[in-house]
């Protein structure tokens, strides 16, 4: 296709990521990111911190040549370390070994790194410029900035302005995309543990932390200088919500009697609590992500989903690279659009279903005795089926297979791994030769 001029609304980890690959592939990139310059007036704290990188998001910063940038700044989370109320741990690794983990990211930092990559290899990005009004007949943008307002013509827009997206919503009142927002229920804090006093990470530095109290939970992510960033989720409302809790005291309470090994490493935690917002999960569903063939939507502006699967910022990665795909190999625009929706919009519905699933999982089944035996189950059938027993956590995060297909087989293999351990307590009493022939008739083989 031939070489085009894009605008893209939204200066965050997906735009900056899009406006790189586009550069790259010659195409002039316009980026209008309503809030300032991260890199002068600081970063925005006390929501989403913390993000979780992944295989497939890894993949795409690889084919924008960003490694280095990314890999310098992330720690590596072998698994889930999950604390009961007495304050014993069990570790739940992720993968086989060390070559299958997640890595804790600062949102923050992250971002900073690819604006300045993004400016380096020529994007042209204007901060505190808020897209006021779009005109989609005329294909003009209305920018009000803190001392003037312009209007600028586009050939190609993309809304990669994240969930409260400007472009989104002026298609929502054009009538253009029907949206519904469906509401978690449940609301999160962020909180902050500090360093020790040598420095040092005061738990280990290389998990995930869950403290699952069945209805809700707390969970804690690593940082790189050696700080964790602590999540609480509770209910909205109701005996044991955050409506019911709303000063620090309370919120103390609330810590000495569900997490009072938690309580106990937070060093301010009156500060924290009254300074970190509390926040919305949701997820965001459309009826289509285009109008016509120039506007298109990606990422959270498309699909905001709720984070327990930490698969947020990696599918808006993938979204990125499946955009640029298609310029690359289609024609014309409209065929762009499409192929981009169609590849893309199962696979966002299918994640924003398994990180659903997720939440439940993490905060009322990983100290479940039952859970625990299936999920033992489920990595020897791996090493005795390889390719065509993979567990869906591992298609997911250590593998690049289409969220779709992970979700569809996740439900086969859940089946079968209940149908194997009914009645059972311990994994000697497994029949494997049951197992290898369910496995055998209803998986086929994932290529590799």
């Known amino acids: 296709m031939k070489r085009q001029t894009i605008h893209i609304a939204g200066a965050g980890l997906a735009g900056s990521l899009l406006a790189i690959m586009l550069v790259q592939k010659g195409h002039t990139v316009k980026v209008y990111e309503k809030r300032p310059d991260p890199r002068k007036a600081g970063m925005e704290g006390g929501r989403s911190i913390n993000l979780a990188l992944a295989y497939r998001g890894l993949y795409a910063l690889h084919q924008a040549g960003l490694d280095d940038e990314v890999m310098s700044q992330v720690v590596m989370m072998r698994g889930r370390m999950v604390h009961d109320l007495d304050g014993n741990c069990n570790f ?149 919500s955050f409506e019911n809790i709303r000063s620090p005291a309370k919120g103390r309470a609330l810590f000495s009697r569900f997490f009072p090994d938690v309580l106990d490493l937070i060093a301010d935690f009156d500060h924290d609590w009254t300074h970190n917002p509390e926040s919305q999960l949701s997820s965001l569903y459309l009826d289509t992500w285009h109008y016509r063939d120039s506007v298109v939507l990606l990422g959270d502006a498309a699909h905001a989903m709720v984070p327990f699967h930490g698969q947020g910022m990696n599918c808006a990665f993938e979204d990125c690279l499946a955009l640029v795909e298609a310029i690359e190999r289609e024609s014309e625009w409209s065929g762009v659009v499409s192929a981009f929706e169609h590849e893309r919009k199962a696979n966002a519905s299918a994640i924003q279903a398994m990180a659903l699933e997720n939440y439940v999982e993490m905060r009322d089944k990983v100290d479940d005795d039952r859970f625990l035996l299936q999920r033992a189950l489920e990595r020897r059938l791996a090493e005795l089926h390889p390719g065509r027993f993979v567990p869906r956590y591992t298609m997911v995060s250590f593998r690049r ?27 000697a009493e497994v029949d494997y030769g049951l197992a290898s022939e369910l496995i055998h008739r209803q998986l086929e083989p994932l290529n590799a």
């Open 92 to 240: 739940l690794r992720y993968g086989r070994d060390d070559s299958e983990v997640i890595w804790s990211v600062h949102r923050g930092r992250l971002n900073l790194a690819m604006i300045e990559a993004a400016e380096k290899q020529g994007v042209e990005i204007h901060f505190n410029a808020r897209i006021d009004t779009i005109d989609f007949e005329a294909k003009t943008l209305r920018i009000q900035y803190f001392d003037r307002t312009e209007t600028e013509h586009y050939q190609r827009l993309v809304g990669a302005d994240g969930a409260g997206s400007a472009v989104r919503q002026a298609m929502v009142s054009g009538g253009f995309v029907r949206e519904r927002l469906e509401s978690l229920g449940h609301h999160y804090r962020e909180l902050e543990i500090a360093p020790d006093l040598s420095g040092d990470f005061k738990l280990d530095g290389n998990s995930l932390h869950i403290w699952p109290r069945g209805g809700f939970m707390c969970i804690a992510l690593p940082n790189s200088e050696k700080t964790f960033t602590v999540t609480l989720f509770l209910p909205g409302s109701g005996e044991i």
């Open 401 to 427: 297979d289409a969220y779709a297909v992970a979700f569809e087989r996740g439900k086969i293999q859940r089946r079968i791994l209940q149908t194997l351990t009914e009645g059972k307590t311990d994994i």
